[in-house]
T-cell receptor, first 117, second 109 residues
Framework: GAVVSQHPSRVICKSGTSVKIECRSL??????MFWYRQFPKKSLMLMAT?????????EQGVEKDKFLINHASLTLSTLTVTSAHPEDSSFYIC?????????????FGPGTRLTVL | GQNIDQPTEMTATEGAIVQINCTYQ??????LFWYQQHAGEAPTFLSY??LDGLEEKGRFSSFLSRSKGYSYLLLKELQMKDSASYLC??????????WGAGTKLIIKP
């Protein structure tokens, strides 16, 4: 099956620093990748949709200058949390959609737990 | 290795009951989640089980047996809007989510 990886799996950083999270589709090409934020025992909140070679589309209320998304290739998208603050502490999950996927099926990564001190 | 198994697709009739099974093998266990996802939309949280037993929430119930590595999602009084994919995910000992591939549920009139 389609595998999506995320790196790092866990990161602890100081307030004010920037953190980069990578999302990779390991055995397929993904023209579209999604970044979600999960709150404890809650639904995933879609932050942005990332299309290879173009600017990401951000959901309402998500600061694009704070959450920088780059989708440089068909197998890699990165999310950079800039000037992180404790309220940015969360579980960030990416998913990737197969190219030419008529069913809009997404494959999810294992998540990255960010803790900002 | 770690894996989550759930059926790829199921079909049921409007008004009926359907049970979607999920079996898992993970390194450690910190809870099991069920999500519903309609095509093109973000997954919606349905349930979280960390202790054995049945959790009922309206038309949806979720069951967990940790000793058997098994869970099911039970949907009653099926409605057409329940047609969606249902994702099972387990949080392992490192608090990483291990995702099932999802079960596509088709509801017929």
């Amino acid at each position: 099956g389609a595998v999506v990886s995320q790196h790092p799996s866990r990161v602890i950083c100081k307030s004010g620093t920037s953190v980069k999270i990578e999302c990779r589709s390991l055995d397929f090409q993904a023209t579209t990748m999604f970044w979600y934020r999960q709150f404890p025992k809650k639904s995933l909140m879609l932050m942005a949709t990332s299309n290879e070679g173009s600017k990401a589309t951000y959901e309402q209320g998500v600061e694009k200058d704070k959450f920088l998304i780059n989708h440089a290739s068909l197998t890699l998208s990165t999310l950079t949390v800039t000037s992180a603050h404790p309220e940015d502490s969360s579980f960030y999950i990416c998913s990737a959609q197969l190219a030419d996927n008529s069913y809009n099926e997404q494959f999810f990564g294992p998540g990255t737990r960010l803790t900002v001190l | 290795g770690q894996n989550i198994d759930q059926p790829t697709e199921m079909t049921a009739t409007e008004g009926a009951i359907v049970q979607i099974n999920c079996t898992y093998q993970t390194s450690g266990f910190n809870g099991l989640f069920w999500y519903q996802q309609h095509a093109g939309e973000a997954p919606t949280f349905l349930s979280y089980n960390v202790l054995d037993g049945l959790e009922e929430k309206g038309r949806f119930s979720s069951f967990l047996s940790r000793s058997k590595g098994y869970s099911y999602l039970l949907l009653k009084e099926l409605q057409m809007k329940d047609s969606a994919s249902y994702l099972c995910a387990v949080m392992d000992s490192n608090y990483q989510l291990i995702w099932g591939a999802g079960t596509k549920l088709i509801i017929k009139p």
